[in-house]
């Protein structure tokens, strides 16, 4: 069965150090992978995708999050974190063998807190 | 510049009250989703539709209905509200399948 796991509920970091939210997923094949963020009393915005080639992808607002197949990772990352990232991110999974399937398959969240 | 407009954004509802969400989009996407949002649970697919006059079932259905006589807009009813329906419920469109979704803004609802 798929799944999507964001092991940290919260993470806390200081304005201008580097960031990391993390994600592991589980499929029977070869995944698409998502980050999205969620603004307080906002739907969510896309972020970033890995769907092949380049295991490190770069999205929006300086993010950028490495594909690892081994360690079936896929962990969201900033090199200089600003307050207004401060944000609910969301990964989610979706196995691209999987053709009758059109679920993606979301983590549960992580809210990310930067302190000034 | 709308993107994906839901209606309405707050409602409650009593219990065995019916209700319908309207969700909207300008993009002439084909693929629509409703979702739910609960608390340390992520995102729930309730029904989706792949193109205008198609539905289906996503992961938790139960209690929900959906339509979607047009391309642009797509429709999800409670038929008698329960108070586990208590929810945020999101509207979600793309281009194709794996494309990225674009989400209406939300819409709180409370069933006592």
């Known amino acids: 069965a798929q799944s999507v796991a964001q092991p940290e509920d919260q993470v806390n970091v200081a304005e201008g150090n580097p960031l990391t939210v993390k994600c592991t997923y589980s499929?029977?094949?070869?995944?698409?992978l998502f980050w999205y963020v969620q603004y307080p009393n906002r739907g969510l915005q896309f972020l970033l995708k890995?769907?092949?080639?380049d295991n490190l992808v770069k999205g929006s607002y300086g993010f950028e999050a490495e594909f690892n197949k081994s360690q079936t990772s896929f962990h969201l990352k900033k090199p200089s974190a600003l307050v207004s990232d401060s944000a609910l991110y969301f990964c989610a999974v979706r196995d691209k063998e999987e053709d009758s399937n059109y679920q993606l398959i979301w983590g549960a969240g992580t809210k990310l807190i930067i302190k000034p | 510049n709308a993107g994906v407009t839901q209606t309405p954004k707050f409602r409650v509802l009593k219990t065995g009250q019916s209700m319908t969400l309207l969700c909207a989009q300008d993009?002439?996407?084909?693929?629509m989703y409703w979702y739910r949002q609960d608390p340390g649970m992520g995102l729930r697919l309730i029904h989706y539709s792949v193109g205008e006059g198609t539905t289906a079932k996503g992961e938790v259905p139960d209690g929900y209905n959906v339509s979607r006589l047009k391309k642009q807009n797509f429709l999800l009813g409670l038929e008698s509200a329960a108070p586990s329906q208590t929810s945020v419920y999101f509207c979600a469109s793309s281009y194709f399948r794996e494309d990225i979704l674009f989400f209406g803004s939300g819409t709180q609802l409370s069933v006592l």
């Open positions: 890995y769907i092949t080639g």
């Open positions: 993009m002439n996407h084909e693929y």
């Open positions: 499929v029977s094949g070869n995944p698409y």
